[in-house]
């Protein structure tokens, strides 16, 4: 019911960004075309250009570019996309398989490339230097988080605040970007700007720390994705990192050793361990503090339907279950 209640506020604007985003998939190679439809139109939220429309909105804007603007968000996401499933070789997102497993690594890379430049065409069309300066180095950062993602896979030495710097560039930077150039655009002031900026930001991370979460207690039908995912690719999540920090000197050599080699040969007893340990409910409680930072941030801007949706949202953020 909350996520129907931000949908509305928007949702004239939304169904437009959808027909924009199926029309600006086109092209003369029938290939980049289908692979492109398959992934954009496999279910997912659409957070990220929500997070345009809605920011925008709150601080007064009437005309139509954010429509633009947003699908741009949802382009420069759905190419990290199709870039992660081939680093990660993953074969199931949003419970579908990934396009690498359907069509092989090389079409799905080159058609996030694709993505990417159909993505900056839209953005110079925009014809704002300080929207395509974000966006630009958005891009930058999420590129730099994911090589540091695979710099610790398989480390079970990461802390909490390398853990913390690649959940901010690979996934909370495109928020931000998202929630800061819709108020650009707007023309807000510069405290709303500062505020929806630092919104999207918190928002971002409390979201993937919940996603983290979600890897151990999840539901793999809700999830679309399989329980046990991170752990599988030896990637130190912050469950793991607390799980390890407050269990016997045997349970931490048993994660680290999960960690050092990949796969799911421990997986019941590593989920048992980050159970007892008290890891979910410490990531969760950083989730939380993470949505109440994002709620702060929402306090500074107009009391309006869409500021009363960017806080929905956040409640939502950390009360999902997939």
Sequence with gaps: MTAQRIHDTVADDFARVNDLIIKRLSSDVPLVEKIAQYIIESGGKRLRPLLVLLSSRA???????????AAVIEFLHTATLLHD???DTSDMRRGRSTANARWGNAPSVLVGDFLYARAFEMM????????MEILSHATAV???????QLMNVKNPDVNEDKY???IHNKTAML?????HTGALLAGANEQQEKSLRDYGKHLGLAFQLVD??????GNADAMGKNVGDDLAEGKPTLPLIQAMANSSEEDRQLIRNAIRKGGLDDLPRILEIVKESGALEYTMAKAREQAQLALKCAEKLPDT?????LNLLTELAVERVS
């Design 85 to 87: 499933d081939v680093v």
């Design 212 to 217: 983290d979460a979600l890897d151990y207690t």
């Design 59 to 69: 601080v007064g804007y009437d005309r139509d570019e954010h429509l633009k603007l």
């Design 124 to 131: 110079v069309e925009l014809k704002s230097l300080p929207i």
């Design 305 to 309: 339907p869409h500021t009363q949706a």
């Design 164 to 166: 913390m710097e690649v």
């Design 142 to 148: 999420i590129a730099e988080g994911e090589v540091l």
């Design 175 to 179: 928020f931000e970007a998202a929630s």
